[in-house]
Nanobody, 114 residues
Framework: QLQLVESGGGLVQPGGSLRLSCATS????????VGWFRQAPGKEREAVSCISSSGGSTNYADSVKGRFTMSRDVAKNTVYLQMNSLTPEDTAVYYC???????WGQGTQVTVSS
């Protein structure tokens, strides 16, 4: 059964860092790419980053490029999002999603505030 569980969110001051985790099950990261998405209050959900099934390619939204890094550990079936230099505009619920699937997890809240 396909499942993705996000964790690692929290409250952080501007300029701080967080690392989000996405624990996956029901499929192999070696066969599917995964994306991180976020939804801020009153805004539509947007794509943040993605990693290919080979792990050799990552892409980022312009708004996070140079600050966020996506990675994965196939052995642990887990995908990560390292977020640095956070700003209040990064405040949102963050979700991970497998390519080609409609399943969404519960997300993890990231709040950037002083």
């Amino acid at each position: 059964q396909l499942q993705l569980v996000e964790s690692g969110g929290g409250l952080v001051q501007p300029g701080g860092s967080l690392r989000l985790s996405c624990a996956t099950s029901g499929f192999s990261l070696g066969y599917y790419g995964v994306g991180w998405f976020r939804q801020a209050p009153g805004k539509e959900r947007e794509a943040v980053s993605c990693i290919s099934s080979s792990g050799g390619s990552t892409n980022y939204a312009d708004s996070v490029k140079g600050r966020f890094t996506m990675s994965r550990d196939v052995a642990k079936n887990t995908v990560y999002l390292q977020m640095n230099s956070l700003t209040p505009e990064d405040t949102a619920v963050y979700y991970c999603k497998r390519f080609g699937a409609t399943y969404w997890g519960q997300g993890t809240q990231v709040t950037v505030s002083s």
